[in-house]
């Protein structure tokens, strides 16, 4: 369900609005849920009822873990320990991180689904769908560019989101990211063939919700294991483009200069007092 995105999306909100968006994160959650579903007044006090417990467990247990993680990643920063093999433990820990928080909520979203309504379940798969269509919209757009104009588009974002964590890039860094840009593999296509084939699945599912009597459970299933519809195709791909990007990031990593290392030590440091503040408020 898409209630857990929220969630995680808010948890990393950078800037000075990070705790006040934890703090406010019920009255987000259910900003950004009534996309898809609008719950009854039923449905809603149970949901809150859950979510003041996912917001509890997230602040007590959680909360420290990611303080945690990103102190050692500030180590490695300070200490130039930033090497391909660094980087790929650190991306494994942030996806561990959404993995708990998946296998904490699933199995209570499962349930609360089992009582949606037809109208909601139609509510639900349509405004998933019109995300799809947008998002097939953006690829058509796409397929019109030539190779030239692609490659720029790539470097250009590879550039931008370098330049969200340590400042403007050098022109040695821009050369690192040029020479590596044409390395990676376009996955867009393959990310949202994944993406419906998820989404037929869980609407098959939810057409026998009343006459299965393990509708929960399979929900609860394909919930907390959908990598495993994933194609082949799109775990190489997914593979390839992390270790890519893994060997470029550590190629800059090593360059860095003085401002650029001071603004991502700063940029750890302000989300470490943040997460540390947000487990206080708990006290």
């Known amino acids: 369900m898409k209630y857990a995105i929220a969630v995680i999306i808010i948890m990393f909100i950078s800037g000075c609005s990070n705790k006040l968006a934890y703090n406010n994160i019920d009255w987000l959650v259910y900003w950004y849920m009534d996309d898809y579903v609008e719950l009854n007044e039923k449905q809603e006090a149970v949901f809150d009822a859950k979510l003041r417990r996912w917001i509890d467990w997230h602040r007590s247990k959680e909360l420290p873990r990611y303080t945690a993680h990103l102190r050692a990643l500030r180590n490695d920063l300070r200490s130039e320990s930033l090497s391909v093999k660094t980087l790929l433990k650190h991306y494994d820990q942030a996806s561990e991180h959404w993995q708990r928080l998946r ?9 609360i689904a089992a009582d949606l309504s037809d109208e909601q379940v139609i509510h639900l798969f349509a405004a998933l769908e019109s995300d799809n269509k947008e998002k097939r919209e953006v690829l058509a ?6 190779d030239e104009e692609k490659m720029e588009a790539r470097v250009e974002d ?21 020479r590596y840009a044409p390395r990676f593999t376009s996955s867009s296509q393959l990310w949202l063939d994944y993406r419906t084939d998820l989404q037929q699945r869980a609407r098959r599912l939810f057409i026998s919700r009343k006459t299965d009597p393990q509708f929960i459970s399979k929900l609860t299933g394909l919930l907390l294991d959908p990598e495993q519809y994933r194609s082949d195709t799109l775990i190489d791909v997914w593979h390839h483009n992390r270790e890519t990007h893994a060997m470029m990031a550590a190629e800059i990593a090593a360059t860095l200069t003085a401002t650029q290392r001071n603004k991502a030590d700063k940029m750890l440091t302000r989300l470490i007092d943040d997460f540390a503040a947000l487990q206080q408020d708990n006290k």
């Open 103 to 111: 296998n904490e909520i699933t199995p209570q979203l499962a349930v």
């Open 141 to 146: 757009k796409r397929v019109g560019l030539t």
């Open 158 to 178: 590879l550039i931008e989101n370098m330049e969200e964590r340590i400042g403007r890039l050098t022109a040695e860094q821009v050369a690192i990211v040029n």
